[in-house]
């Protein structure tokens, strides 16, 4: 093949390419993509934080309040012993009047 074929060939493609590339930009950037997540660390920084400061709070209160169920056992504050309390006893249903049912003939076929 020479030089010429190969122009014919090749030539139709990227001025089809280039045709394509600026009817594209009307619609969306053709610039090279910026690959920069700096503000999007600083929020993921930011949610960890508040997230490690939450669940170190919550250990120190789980702590205390572990502290404070020892110190109600060595007073004797909690109570040993259930109390059991019977549930009153419920009412007897009323007597229904119960009227017996009549006989009737049957005629058969």
């Known amino acids: 093949m020479n030089f010429v074929s190969i122009v014919k060939r090749v030539a139709p493609f ?16 053709v610039a090279a993509p910026n690959f920069q997540f700096k503000r999007g660390m600083s929020k ?7 997230i490690e400061g ?9 702590l205390r309040l ?25 009412p007897e249903p009323p007597q229904l009047n119960v009227v017996p049912m009549k006989t009737v003939p049957y005629k058969s076929r």
């Open 66 to 90: 572990k502290n404070q169920v020892t110190e109600m056992v060595k007073r004797d504050w909690v109570l040993e012993k259930e109390i059991n309390v019977a549930p009153p006893a419920l």
């Open 44 to 50: 993921h920084r930011q949610y960890h934080r508040r």
């Open 54 to 62: 939450e669940n170190q709070r919550l250990r120190e209160e789980n």
């Open 14 to 29: 990227f001025l089809t390419f280039a045709v394509g590339l600026f009817i594209a930009s009307f619609f969306v950037t």
